[in-house]
């Protein structure tokens, strides 16, 4: 990873979503019902864990930023011409968006994530990697990752899955 340069610049701008995010997630949480007459205390309303991970996100997005801004403050004279979105983020804005507005309620959600997770892990594995070995990581990575979380989901959570 370089320093500088592009690199504090994307940092600046991830670190931006993140606390961005995580404000949203805050302000969320504190808008939610407490249930406080039906005697519930502070850690049993349903949004604390969320408010501490939209928090955490804060935090840490702005960490973040501040990190990314002293280090491009620093190195102000080597500014990296390389684009700040490229290939590989096009890549990942497509899987993603494939995933949860194609795949999810149109096909089973074991099949949806099973297929995302294949894809994301075949489509940036190293490049250098054979092929044979590049499918048969994804597809592994894949199958497992579906089958853990939707046991973990259905089964642990009770959470009914699209």
């Given at each position: 990873?370089?320093?500088?340069?592009?690199?504090a610049r994307s940092d600046l701008w991830g670190g931006a979503g993140w606390a961005g995010f995580g404000l949203l997630i805050l302000v969320g949480s504190l808008s939610m019902e407490r249930f406080e007459s039906m005697g519930?205390?502070?850690?049993?309303?349903?949004?604390?864990?969320?408010?501490?991970?939209g928090g955490v996100l804060l935090l840490l997005g702005t960490i973040l930023m501040l990190r990314?801004?002293?280090?491009?403050?620093?190195?102000?004279?080597?500014?990296?011409?390389?684009?700040?979105?490229n290939r590989r983020i096009a890549t990942m804005l497509v899987l993603s968006l494939t995933y949860a507005a194609g795949l999810i309620g149109r096909v089973p959600f074991w099949l949806a994530t099973?297929?995302?997770?294949?894809?994301?892990?075949?489509?940036?594995?190293?490049?250098?990697?054979?092929?044979?070995?590049?499918?048969?990581?994804?597809?592994?990575?894949?199958?497992?990752?579906s089958a853990v979380v939707t046991f973990v989901f259905q089964q642990i959570f009770l959470v009914r899955l699209p």
């Amino acid at each position: 990873m370089t320093e500088g340069g592009t690199t504090a610049r994307s940092d600046l701008w991830g670190g931006a979503g993140w606390a961005g995010f995580g404000l949203l997630i805050l302000v969320g949480s504190l808008s939610m019902e407490r249930f406080e007459s039906m005697g519930a205390e502070l850690y049993t309303m349903p949004g604390f864990v969320p408010g501490m991970l939209g928090g955490v996100l804060l935090l840490l997005g702005t960490i973040l930023m501040l990190r990314s801004w002293h280090r491009a403050r620093h190195e102000a004279g080597s500014e990296s011409t390389a684009p700040l979105f490229n290939r590989r983020i096009a890549t990942m804005l497509v899987l993603s968006l494939t995933y949860a507005a194609g795949l999810i309620g149109r096909v089973p959600f074991w099949l949806a994530t099973g297929m995302f997770v294949a894809v994301f892990v075949a489509s940036f594995a190293p490049p250098e990697q054979a092929p044979v070995r590049r499918f048969t990581v994804a597809l592994l990575a894949g199958v497992l990752t579906s089958a853990v979380v939707t046991f973990v989901f259905q089964q642990i959570f009770l959470v009914r899955l699209p």
